[in-house]
T-cell receptor, first 111, second 114 residues
Framework: DAGVIQSPRHEVTEMGQEVTLRCKPI?????LFWYRQTMMRGLELLIY????????DSGMPEDRFSAKMPNASFSTLKIQPSEPRDSAVYFC?????????FGPGTRLTVT | DAKTTQPPSMDCAEGRAANLPCNHSTISGNEYVYWYRQIHSQGPQYIIHGLKNNETNEMASLIITEDRKSSTLILPHATLRDTAVYYCIVSPSHGSSNTGKLIFGQGTTLQVKP
């Protein structure tokens, strides 16, 4: 298996623009997680899905953030409008039995 | 807030065993102890997990005290590639209402030296 795939790997955008991050989980995994990592706050869980249904979005910072999982093999995290404080590395992870497998992350820079 | 306490940093000589401690005194009966590590600029990597008994896999061994209030991750023969931040996390078992909520603390930065 190719592991968890994320795209793009790097994204640079201007404040106010819409940003869409993409994730393909490992085939057969029924849980999908979105995390954000910054120097100040470390690794934070934003939202997770089970069988394509959002279970807990309490970590989503504000309404500018939204996440979808239209099918078992694809998820998106959207930020609209983006702000400089959204600059971070965003990780997607998937799991089946408990241990989570992380993707390589998307480094987002908002100028 | 993270439910675990780890030393912020540790050093280990290459080829020697690295023993990384973790305190989780408030662990609940249905919570597992998970260990992950993050090598610089990469996503976190799952290492091992356990509930009560000691566990071993190809990467490491996990020793959990009988009262489950602390644990130790052991890398038997550390290499330079093991230099990373190691996270100890307690998390409910899969299928429970809070499954998957990994709360990452600051972890232990392990520096393996030649």
């Amino acid at each position: 298996d190719a592991g968890v795939i994320q795209s793009p790997r790097h994204e640079v955008t201007e404040m106010g623009q819409e940003v869409t991050l993409r994730c393909k989980p490992i085939s057969g995994h029924d849980y999908l997680f979105w995390y954000r990592q910054t120097m100040m706050r470390g690794l934070e869980l934003l939202i997770y899905f089970n069988n394509n249904v959002p279970i807990d979005d309490s970590g989503m910072p504000e309404d500018r953030f939204s996440a979808k999982m239209p099918n078992a093999s694809f998820s998106t995290l959207k930020i609209q409008p983006s702000e400089p404080r959204d600059s971070a590395v965003y990780f997607c992870a998937s799991s089946r039995w408990g241990e989570q497998y992380f993707g390589p992350g998307t480094r987002l820079t908002v100028t | 807030d993270a439910k675990t306490t780890q030393p912020p940093s540790m050093d280990c000589a290459e080829g020697r065993a690295a023993n990384l401690p973790c305190n989780h005194s408030t662990i609940s009966g249905n919570e597992y102890v998970y260990w992950y590590r993050q090598i610089h600029s990469q996503g976190p990597q799952y290492i091992i997990h356990g509930l009560k008994n000691n566990e071993t896999n190809e990467m490491a061994s996990l020793i959990i005290t009988e009262d489950r209030k602390s644990s130790t991750l052991i890398l038997p023969h550390a290499t330079l590639r093991d230099t990373a931040v190691y996270y100890c996390i307690v998390s409910p078992s899969h299928g429970s209402s809070n499954t998957g909520k990994l709360i990452f603390g600051q972890g232990t930065t392990l520096q393996v030296k030649p």
